[in-house]
């Protein structure tokens, strides 16, 4: 073989290993992006679930000082603990609030509440209020846990 041949096989050779140099850097770039992305969706995830958690320690204090109807608070707490993805732990914890829920999950509210036969309305009206005054201690009760939580207690 002639040097020039050599030469150029080695020229060959050494730009074929910078290319795949060059290209293993940029595979670590797109895997370190990749993990800052997955990282900052984290966080704004944890920041979410934590301000829905918040919400759900106010409505449950204002539930606690009369602030907030009994039925509304329960409906909100249990749909936030939806959001959360938290209602499974927190019904298994809360279970007066979840039971109140099962009852006033399908009620109308505003105009299709207004759209109802007074009769219905009012049949309703009684099954939550039954239920408010069944449960109005317990639920109170768990408000006041409510109140004070943190995502540490659920696990």
Do not use: W
Not at 66 to 85: A, D, F, H, P, Y
Not at 100 to 129: C, G
């Amino acid at each position: 073989m002639t040097t020039a041949v050599i030469v150029l096989a080695i020229i060959i050779v050494v730009a074929l290993a910078a290319y795949a140099g060059y290209l293993l850097t940029q595979v670590r770039k797109q895997e370190q992006l990749k993990a800052k992305l997955k990282q900052e969706q984290a966080d704004a995830a944890k920041a979410k679930a934590n301000e829905l958690l918040d919400n759900i320690r106010y409505i449950a204090n204002a539930m606690v000082e009369g602030r907030c109807e009994l039925s509304e608070g329960v409906m909100r707490i249990v749909k936030l603990s939806q959001l959360v993805g938290i209602s499974e732990l927190v019904a298994n914890h809360y279970p007066a609030t979840f039971q109140h829920f099962e009852v006033i999950k399908e009620h109308p509210i505003k105009d299709d509440r207004k759209s109802l036969e007074k009769q219905t309305r009012m049949k309703l009206d009684f099954a939550r209020m039954r239920s408010e005054s069944e449960l109005e201690v317990k639920i109170l009760e768990e408000a006041k846990r409510l109140s004070e939580l943190n995502p540490s207690s659920l696990h």
